[in-house]
């Protein structure tokens, strides 16, 4: 029953029979229906517990039968109505992945009119940026036969905005080693990321949230009352001392150049456990010269 509602609620065959083995085990409200039903004597002790035990039972077996169906039903192929797979691409700079992040990307270039080849591997990304005038070809960047196809063989930049490093890893290992003539722009996930793609020899790459979080908390300070120059040289210092963080944590790691990081907690300052009773006095002349006094 509960998989003919769902047949007819629009539900695949799949989806349909996960529903049906989720409804069809007992609930912990038949144990109290069970007990009411003994107490009043409508049913026997010897029912009461082969009922219980038939609802443990269902409850029991509810996560096997969905792990069986999962793997024995495969899962169905989402619709490619109206979406173009990329072939015989040959745009002059080649976008892999059109979220959010590369929409804003692509503006200033086609403003320019500059000829953009686009692919995306979300068929649902790729109806919705349709139907802002984008046209996106449907292609995964991790696979070098789809980067040929799109175009990477010609394209004179090849910009990365892929969501999940992984995969922007392996589009890099890609590009650099098929395709090196082309200039390489890689939007970073975070910090760590940065800095594999620094090693990996990328062009240029910038963290997704960087710019955005300078320029918000750049018009925080003007809003509290801070002078806009003082708040651009504010900014301008913390990007300073990113920049050196960045170079700082190529060599030593991640761990490296925290005392270039603001905050919010105070830093106690080193002092003696006992004040000393006497003024220090150097031992040697040596000594007197390294601290700049004389000895006595």
Known sequence: ??????????ANHRESLHRAALFAQGGEFAFVLYAGALTAGVMDAETTATM?????LSMVLTPLAVM???????????????????????????????????QVVSQPLLAKGIDVSIIEIDVEMIRAAGQFGFKVYYGDGTRLDVLRASGAGTAEAILVCVDKPEAADKIVELVKSEFPHAKLFVRAFDRGHALRL???????????????????????????????E?????????RRRDEQRLEMQMAGG??????LMRGNVATTQPAPLVVPRKEAKALNEEAADAIGEKAS
């Open 1 to 10: 029953g509960i998989y003919v509602i769902a047949r007819l609620f629009k």
């Open 230 to 238: 003082e708040a651009d040289e504010l900014v301008l210092d913390v």
């Open 52 to 56: 219980t035990a038939i609802v443990i």
């Open 198 to 228: 620094i090693n990996a020899g990328v062009d240029y790459q910038l963290r997704e949230t960087l710019e955005s979080a300078l320029t918000f908390g750049r018009h925080v300070l003007v809003d509290l009352g801070v002078q806009e």
């Open 254 to 259: 991640l761990a490296a150049g925290l005392s």
């Open 68 to 102: 069986a169906i999962e793997r024995l039903t495969p899962a169905e192929k989402e619709s490619m109505d109206g979406i173009e797979e990329a072939s015989g691409l040959h745009g002059r700079v080649l976008f892999v992945g059109f979220g959010r992040f590369a």
